[in-house]
């Protein structure tokens, strides 16, 4: 695997692969790797001659300075689990390569809806930050193909918003995975290791809940549902943002449904200082 820190250089290394018509695969991350993320550049393996990572905790993207923080940070590990996934190239650029003009007065972008509910509502600023590193990471890495994790439902919806309004829905085509969870449904990421003990034993419900809600979705009402899963999730500890139904495929938050439309449950909660995010489509 080769690393690279500075975008020219990589951009000169990715210019000669495109020459020779390969598919390039890029798999963005902010490190602190796990199978979820592995499951992505497996993805990108299958479809693509280049397979490119990168690793960037970006500070822009992050509502609470407490949770930049702390992110975890485990780069060793991350190059290991990389080279044995045989990912060809890893991209570790600093802030600085990034934002080279500074993070204030960044670009603005119109995501409409999007930004205004779930993870746009609770965490003001973070969807523009999503956006303004992954405009930058695609200028740089021009891929064929794009891999993001259902994990990240919200911010695969958006995604895709910014590819068309950058005018790269042509040149780009989005992969989505699975989301990978542990042997008890917790769906895997980063932030789990900062759960403690008895945190991780109960961190699951998230997932239970949203099982609770899908194996219910023919016998009771929506409004029920939601109630009944924060309760369940409140009385276990956990801090609520949300439990929500919504199109699977415009987000509009649903309180009715006709049996048809597909939707999708979404939750995010705190376990202490850790917050949770997960989904599951409730209908094929
Ligand atoms: P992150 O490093 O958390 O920004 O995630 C990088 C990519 O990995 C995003 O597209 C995530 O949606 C995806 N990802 C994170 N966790 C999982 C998971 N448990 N399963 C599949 N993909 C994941």
């Known amino acids: 695997m080769i690393i690279f820190n500075k975008p020219g250089a990589l951009n000169n290394f990715l210019e000669t692969n495109r020459s020779d018509k390969n598919k390039i695969g890029f ?24 397979i490119i990572s990168s ?3 970006n500070p ?17 590990k991350d190059i290991l689990l990389l080279e044995t996934a045989r990912c060809d190239v890893l991209f570790i650029p600093s802030v600085r390569d990034i934002y080279p003009a500074g993070i204030n007065n960044l670009s603005h972008y119109d995501l409409g809806y999007l930004e205004t509910v779930l993870e746009g509502k609770y965490r003001p600023g973070h969807f523009q930050g999503v956006c303004q590193v992954v405009h930058r990471l695609l200028e740089i890495v021009l891929p064929s193909n794009l891999y993001l994790g259902q994990k990240d439902y919200q911010q695969c919806k958006v995604i895709q918003r910014l590819i068309a309004l950058i005018g790269f829905d042509e040149k780009i085509r989005v992969n989505i995975s699975p989301t990978l969870r542990e042997h008890d449904g917790l769906a895997m990421s980063s932030r789990n290791t900062r759960l403690d003990k008895e945190q991780r034993k109960i961190a699951n419900a998230i997932f239970k809940t949203l099982l609770f809600i899908k194996s219910n979705l023919h016998t009771m009402e929506i409004g029920q549902l939601k109630t009944a899963a924060s309760s369940s999730l409140i009385e276990k500890g956990f801090k609520v943002d ?14 009715t449904w006709d049996g048809r439309q597909k939707i999708i449950a979404l939750a995010a ?8 995010i997960d989904n599951m489509v409730l209908n094929p």
């Open 27 to 50: 798999v963005p991350t902010m490190g602190a790797l796990h199978p979820g993320h592995i499951s992505l550049i497996e993805a990108a393996r299958k479809e693509n001659d280049v």
């Open 55 to 57: 690793i960037f905790v």
């Open 60 to 76: 822009t993207q992050f509502n609470d300075p407490e949770d930049f923080k702390k992110y975890p940070v485990t780069l060793e």
């Open 242 to 255: 949300y439990v929500e139904m919504a199109d699977a495929n415009t987000l509009q938050l649903v309180d």
């Open 269 to 276: 909660a705190f376990l202490g200082p850790v917050r949770l």
